[in-house]
């Protein structure tokens, strides 16, 4: 790993935020805020990726 521990954890806990609230704008069908809410979490999964991959 090559970010601290810390950083590892808040964006952690980002990806699962954003996800629950894109499942809560769903079933509200709130589609904008579901939508933003859903790109949010996939960048955030895409840089919890690029802070845990190994040989950087």
């Known amino acids: 790993m090559n970010a ?3 950083r590892v954890w ?3 806990a980002l990806v ?5 609230l894109t499942i ?3 079933t509200q069908s709130n589609w ?3 939508i ?3 790109v949010l ?3 955030n999964g895409y840089t919890l990726y690029q802070l ?3 040989g950087k």
Do not use: D, E, K, N
Request: with cysteine.
């Open 16 to 20: 699962c935020g954003w996800g629950i």
């Open 10 to 12: 808040l964006v952690t």
């Open 41 to 43: 979490a996939v960048f």
């Open 32 to 34: 904008p805020l579901a």
């Open 24 to 26: 809560r704008f769903v």
């Open 4 to 6: 601290p521990a810390w």
């Open 36 to 38: 933003v809410s859903l």
């Open 52 to 54: 845990t991959r190994r």
